[in-house]
């Protein structure tokens, strides 16, 4: 069962990167790009969460002799590496454009992709924490909590382009980025440091 949900999470994970880069591509919102590289994180941690399962679940052996179940911590932690990652790539990307805003085009249907994959997000962060309790899977719990604090900046992100849009206070479109880039920064530091303590 918690290998169907970590296979799962892995294709809604692709899915919503395929609508994140489109909403993307419609926009050219740095905020919005900088969402769709924290989806990049999720697919890759999703594989990690597929693989640590999978490695977890196998029987003791002579090496092993308590069995694998640590290795969802090892998932959990290099999800947190990625997780810093991405924050620091979001951040390389917003700088640039904090002092030189860019206005933003094809706004509307933009930012209706990036809801409906906030929607699907949302979703799957509720049954990927839901099904790591009931299996007692610390890597599904890590990789849904990752997905909802998605959802979160991602719904943040929404806000202040649809704010910037209404304004054409187009400064705003960076300053997300990077007050994404944060959000995700301590949420990295969380997972790794609850990962290495487990």
Same mark, same amino acid.
């Given at each position: 069962?918690?290998? /169907?949900?970590? /296979?799962?999470?892995? *294709?809604? #994970?692709?899915?919503?990167?395929?609508?994140?880069?489109?909403?993307?591509?419609?926009?050219?919102?740095? #905020?919005?790009?900088?969402?769709?590289?924290?989806?990049?994180?999720?697919?890759?941690?999703?594989?990690?969460?597929?693989?640590?399962?999978?490695?977890?679940?196998?029987?003791?052996?002579?090496?092993?002799?308590?069995?694998?179940?640590?290795?969802?911590?090892?998932?959990?932690?290099?999800?947190?590496?990625?997780?810093?990652?991405?924050?620091?790539?979001?951040?390389?990307?917003?700088?640039?454009?904090?002092?030189?805003?860019?206005?933003?085009? !094809?706004?509307?249907?933009?930012?209706?992709?990036?809801?409906?994959?906030?929607?699907?997000? !949302?979703? *799957? #962060?509720?049954?990927?924490?839901?099904?790591? /309790?009931?299996?007692?899977?610390? #890597?599904?719990?890590?990789?849904?909590?990752?997905?909802?604090?998605?959802?979160?900046?991602?719904?943040?992100?929404? *806000? !202040?382009?649809?704010?910037?849009?209404?304004?054409?206070?187009?400064?705003?479109?960076?300053?997300?980025?990077?007050?994404?880039?944060?959000?995700? *920064?301590?949420? !990295?530091?969380?997972?790794?440091?609850?990962?290495?303590?487990?």
């Amino acid at each position: 069962m918690a290998e /169907r949900s970590a /296979r799962l999470s892995l *294709l809604v #994970a692709l899915l919503v990167l395929g609508l994140k880069v489109l909403a993307y591509l419609l926009t050219g919102s740095v #905020a919005l790009l900088s969402d769709a590289l924290e989806s990049i994180v999720n697919v890759a941690a999703a594989l990690l969460a597929l693989f640590a399962i999978r490695l977890a679940h196998k029987p003791p052996d002579a090496t092993h002799p308590f069995g694998h179940t640590k290795a969802e911590y090892f998932s959990a932690v290099l999800e947190g590496v990625l997780v810093v990652l991405a924050a620091l790539l979001i951040t390389r990307e917003a700088l640039p454009r904090l002092f030189r805003p860019v206005p933003l085009e !094809g706004l509307g249907p933009g930012l209706l992709v990036s809801l409906l994959a906030s929607g699907a997000n !949302g979703l *799957l #962060a509720y049954h990927l924490i839901q099904g790591g /309790r009931l299996h007692r899977s610390p #890597a599904l719990v890590a990789d849904g909590y990752h997905v909802l604090s998605d959802v979160l900046t991602s719904v943040g992100v929404l *806000l !202040g382009v649809g704010l910037a849009g209404l304004t054409g206070f187009w400064v705003l479109d960076p300053l997300l980025a990077l007050l994404v880039a944060g959000n995700i *920064l301590l949420m !990295g530091f969380r997972l790794v440091r609850d990962s290495v303590g487990g």
